[in-house]
């Protein structure tokens, strides 16, 4: 949400970084979470599941990103991302290091 929002003021879209900052601090009356929130969660978990199966049978294509289904969001409440959204996390570096799985023991 701050990588779009960052986007789009430096592109000199102030009004369109304003409107995503809007919708992801709005919550409707007896909500919990910001309507923003609810819709890029929503969206996360569709392209998520549509992405799994897609890998299936194509496993060598390129998996969907986390800003994808930002770049949904914000596309399906009219406010567009310039090519250069996708560009915002390049430089992410988690400040912990991922967890490893653990392995269940088979009894046989």
Do not use: C, W, Y
């Not at 996708?86 to 088979?106: C, D, G, I, M, R």
């Amino acid at each position: 949400m701050q990588g779009a929002e960052q986007v789009l003021r430096d592109e000199g879209r102030p009004d369109l970084a304003d409107q995503v900052d809007h919708l992801f601090t709005t919550t409707l009356p007896h909500d919990a979470h910001t309507i923003g929130m609810v819709e890029f969660e929503r969206n996360l978990a569709i392209m998520g599941a549509n992405d799994a199966q897609h890998a299936i049978d194509h496993p060598n294509d390129p998996r969907l990103e986390v800003e994808d289904a930002m770049f949904a969001t914000l596309d399906k409440n009219h406010i567009p991302l310039p090519d250069s959204f996708f560009t915002v996390a390049s430089n992410f570096k988690p400040k912990l290091p991922p967890q490893a799985k653990e392995k269940k023991n088979k009894k046989n």
